[in-house]
């Protein structure tokens, strides 16, 4: 058996299969008899809507992402040489696909397939945008534009247009590129993107100077950006997201984008991307995990996830959970039935389903309500939308990837793929023709769904410039509001004066699309008007447009007609204000009686003024303790000099233990230590500090070697496995052994006092306490107790190595083997415990084995389950049991099917999950150990060690390297076909 399994499974990647003009790749041969070769394993939710099969092998396969052309031809990469290494298939030297798919005769159905371009340098390829006789690849590190000057399909010229700084092989990358009614170009890419450079190499700077990368001034992680067509004038619009797959923008200007959560933890999310706006992945000043522990803490994992209650978050739309979610568009068509105009379509690959969402406003912000669609949860799960966008006759396709899973790198089929087509009953595929020559014949392909043909239409129109202008003020005169902003983002560019019609509209989303079309410069007055619109959609929109300007009178009405309870306007007046919040808070509160008033405690938790730290510390000394948290957190987003003087001043009147707890939690440690009052202080706090791990938190953070009587007094006397083994560590990484050697040295020698050392201090596994454990078993002038005591405590994943390789060669005294075996009965290494096993007796049982079709027999869900808890449980949550060091599990089920899970049972490396992979970790003291790196901070690296939930931090000082593991912190483990049935049985059943 094994004892851990850490099920690291395929979340999101799309990118992996491939296809050889020989290939022999056959992971899951009963992948070639599925029978859904049409749309029946699919369900249909809708009986308005028809779904029909385009296309499908062998005309194509493993779709990433695709575009549909002015012709209504659909473009595909076709990904298959995706870490051929990893997942043990043949490489195409010819390279990846770019495909052309094309209804030759109107009837719904592809006929005619070609190849635009193949090569390597697009290897699994994640993103397509067909603008003309352009085509935008997007393939971390490169974002290519190739260009067909003759209009053969073939292109004549490939560019660079930028590049990511990394993302090679990976679906946290950079995503396709979308023309938006703007007339620039929109993309995102995900934490593993990291910034942006030119085709030669240096890094890119914003429209601000900022360099575009992991600067955490203010960057971090995922971001969404937008720039000129021809690759000028970046402008990072959002950060700070996870994976953010793709986005869309709808034609008043609005972003939306879907965003991946850490595996396992059902908090996937869609956003609103508000310009300017942190979205919370990571700790904004920090960079720390989600998982790190923090005042006010959100109340659930999925908002804890994306750090919900921080001044400076910009609020989830919606959290869908579990799944992983890819294409994403705004319909803005007439062909589908009513109820889906102008609505968010989402594709998620993890739970076999398309949906649209109906926007609705809600103050500043907006709810949505989900439409279900598509879904093949209950008949087929191979079926894995990788994207999905419109046509120009209206109708929606879907890209199908066509796998037993998805992400984590790996692949379980090359050779399938299809394309759907969703129509309102109408089978045909015709698509309009337009002649882009007249203005008449632009503006109606203005108003086509299609991004493509939109696109030859503003280009075609911009560059008539006023000989279009009077057909535009006809479309700008449409019942529809959706073609008056099409037509009001053109006549901006003619004459300014139509924004200010724009903003005079009746639509709220036609006022707030003018604020996005007024020009930065010279515009104040008019966006200080619009701050007094009565509409919170427009306001939230001048917010953004004035970031990163002076326009004092503008925030101050934005300010003044904030109600609390609003966090979308209270996220957008926080952007406005960014570089000017000293005045701007000034000016707000200057004859206000602020102290009583609940939206100006707001706006103070959300500023980042010089004397905020000053305002939150008065709002505390008249709130509860329950109320001051939120404020108490507020402080670590201030200036650590201002934060300490007030925090300190706190602390001087402080009658409360809590409050004096939370003071400590949040001084700066580095500056606060030199600080004589504080010091003074000190003492007479920590006296009064009752809990545990309180003292324990308040010992790590300021080192304070002076507390190692207490902190000994918890290791040897808790009764609590989790507080005395928390003091164990903080004692060694402050007194390194010497504990531990005092103790085995005393004299007289207490056994009973010495044994109880090694059980609490002994488990700390690091290198020089491992050392000293073998220095104590190894002499025989101890007692027989302490010397076993010494080889049990070596049960930690460094230190039960190197009790095995003295077991091998024979340097474990014979009277201790039995206690060498009770560590191995319960390694994390699987390995070792076999070779333990055969080299002592009860050999482990050979694999079995399997026969091709063996999946087809049904397992024993509840003797799975009993495995699941013995074993995997150790590394994995179901439903809030077990060990939050894998991904969680709780329903890993709807996502994968069989073949999937058995393959992360038998081929862990295969699929090691994004932010789950294993590090080599080698310490300054020569200590070396593995473990996942959670996230790192301006000086720590947060680290998860093996069979444990709780993060550890590592100062950078303390770290001499930390190297990526090839391979997953998951052992391959040989098991009986049964008990492979039993436990792939229970996990599917987790849904």
């Known amino acids: ?32 008899n599925k029978k859904f070769i049409t749309v029946d394993g699919i369900q249909l939710k809708d009986p308005e809507l028809q779904l029909t099969l385009f296309a499908s092998e062998p005309d194509l396969f493993n779709p990433t992402n695709m575009d549909i052309d002015h012709k209504g031809r659909i473009w595909i990469c076709e990904a298959y040489n995706y870490r051929n290494d990893v997942n043990n298939v043949p490489y195409n030297k010819k390279g990846d696909k770019i495909l052309i798919l094309e209804d030759t005769n109107s009837d719904g159905k592809s006929d005619k397939t070609k190849v635009f371009y193949q090569g390597e340098d697009i290897n699994s390829a994640l993103g397509i945008t067909v603008l003309g006789n352009k085509t935008i690849v997007s393939c971390s590190p490169n974002v290519f534009v190739f260009t067909d000057e003759n209009g053969d399909d073939i292109p004549d010229k490939k560019e660079i247009l930028f590049k990511t700084v990394a993302g090679l092989q990976s679906d946290h990358g950079v995503h396709s590129c979308v023309f938006g009614p703007d007339g620039k170009l929109y993309f995102n890419f995900g934490n593993f993107g990291e910034g942006l450079l030119d085709k030669n190499n240096q890094p890119i700077k914003d429209i601000y100077g900022r360099v575009i990368g992991q600067t955490k001034a203010p960057f971090q992680d995922g971001m969404a950006l937008r720039c000129d067509v021809d690759g000028k004038n970046f402008e990072v619009l959002a950060w700070n997201f996870r994976n953010n797959y793709e986005l869309c923008i709808d034609s008043y200007g609005r972003i939306w984008q879907s965003d991946n959560d850490d595996d396992g933890k059902k908090a996937n999310r869609i956003n609103y991307v508000m310009p300017g706006g942190n979205y919370g992945y990571k700790d904004e000043m920090t960079g720390a995990d989600w998982r790190v522990n923090r005042t006010n803490l959100e109340d659930s994992v999925y908002n804890q996830h994306w750090h919900q209650n921080d001044p400076g ?157 009077s057909e535009l003020v006809k479309l700008s005169k449409s019942d529809n509001p959706v073609f008056q902003a099409r037509a009001y983002w053109l006549l901006s560019k003619i004459d300014e004066k139509y924004v200010l019609e724009a903003s005079k509209n009746a639509n709220e989303q036609v006022r707030a699309a003018s604020v996005r079309m007024a020009k930065r410069e010279n515009n104040s007055t008019f966006l200080a008007s619009m701050a007094s619109n009565n509409s919170f959609q427009v306001k939230q929109a001048v917010g953004s447009a004035i970031y990163k300007t002076e326009n004092e009178q503008a925030w101050l009405n934005l300010a003044n007609s904030y109600k609390t309870g609003d966090k979308w306007f209270l996220e957008a007046i926080g952007i406005g204000a960014d570089g000017n919040w000293d005045n701007y808070l000034a000016a707000y509160l200057k004859d206000k009686n602020w102290r009583n008033d609940e939206a100006a405690k707001d706006i ?117 496995p989790e507080v005395y083994e928390k003091a164990a560590l903080v004692l060694s990484q402050l007194f390194g052994v010497v504990p531990l050697k005092e103790a085995i040295t005393a004299k007289p020698l207490v056994e009973a006092k010495v044994i109880k050392a090694i059980q609490r201090i002994g488990l700390v596994d690091n290198e020089a306490i491992t050392k000293q454990l073998i220095l104590i078993f190894s002499n025989k002038k101890y007692p027989f107790k302490i010397r076993e005591a010494a080889v049990l405590a070596m049960e930690g994943y460094q230190s039960d190595v190197k009790l095995w390789n003295l077991v091998k060669i024979n340097k474990v005294p014979k009277e201790l083997i039995p206690a060498a075996k009770v560590v191995f009965t319960k390694t994390f290494h699987s390995d070792l415990k076999v070779q333990f096993e055969q080299k002592f007796g009860k050999p482990q049982e050979p694999q079995i084995a399997l026969k091709a079709n063996f999946l087809d027999k049904k397992g024993n869900a509840s003797k799975g389950k009993e495995l699941f808890g013995m074993y995997c449980a150790t590394c994995h949550v179901v439903n809030g049991n077990g060990m939050d060091f894998g991904p969680a599990l709780s329903q890993i089920g709807k996502k994968l099917t069989k073949e999937s899970l058995y393959n992360a049972i038998i081929n862990p490396s295969q699929g090691i999950s994004f932010g789950y992979e294993g590090y080599n970790i080698t310490l300054t003291d020569g200590s070396a150990f593995q473990g996942i790196i959670t996230s790192k901070t301006n000086d720590e690296y947060l680290v998860k060690l093996p069979g444990q939930s709780q993060i550890v931090a590592y100062k950078k000082s303390q770290v001499k390297s930390a190297t990526k593991m090839e391979t997953s912190l998951m052992p391959a483990f040989p098991l009986k076909e049964t008990e492979y049935l039993d436990l792939i049985g229970y996990l599917e059943g987790l849904k």
């Open 604 to 720: 103070i938790w959300r500023s980042r003024a010089k004397n905020t730290p000053e305002y939150l510390a008065e709002i505390i000394r008249s709130s509860d303790l329950k109320d001051s948290y939120r404020y108490f957190r507020a402080f670590d987003f201030q200036e650590k000099n201002t934060k300490n003087k007030a925090l300190l001043s706190l602390l001087k009147n402080s009658k409360s233990e809590e409050i004096s707890l939370l003071i400590f939690k949040h001084f700066d440690a580095e500056s606060i230590v030199k600080d004589s009052e504080f010091n003074a202080i000190l003492p007479r706090v920590l006296e009064n500090i009752k809990n545990d791990v309180d003292f324990i938190d308040i010992v790590k953070k300021y080192g304070l070697q002076n507390q190692r009587t207490r902190l000994e007094n918890i290791v040897f006397e808790s009764s609590n």
């Open 1 to 32: 058996m094994f004892k851990k399994l850490l099920l690291p499974f395929l979340y999101l990647s799309l990118l992996a299969c491939q296809k050889s003009e020989k290939s022999t790749f056959d992971r899951f041969p009963e992948g070639k």
């Open 313 to 469: 978050v910009i609020p989830n739309l919606k959290v869908t959970g579990y799944g992983s979610p890819t294409g994403i568009f705004i319909y803005e068509g007439s062909l589908l039935p009513e109820k889906y105009r102008n609505t968010l379509f989402l594709a998620d690959a993890g739970t076999n389903d398309i949906s649209s969402y109906e926007r609705i406003n809600d103050g500043a912000g907006y709810t949505i309500k989900q439409n279900l669609i598509l879904d093949a949860t209950q008949k087929d799960m191979w079926f894995r939308p990788s994207d999905i966008c419109t046509a120009p006759d209206g109708s929606v396709f879907v890209a199908d990837w066509y796998d037993s899973g998805v992400g984590g790198h790996f692949i379980g089929d090359l050779e399938k793929g299809r394309i759907y087509r969703l129509s309102s009953n109408k089978p045909n595929y015709k698509i309009p023709t337009y002649d882009y020559k007249s203005a008449s014949s632009c503006i109606a392909a203005l108003e086509n769904p299609s991004n493509s043909v939109r696109y030859l239409a503003y280009t075609a129109l911009a560059k008539m410039g006023k000989d279009a202008e």
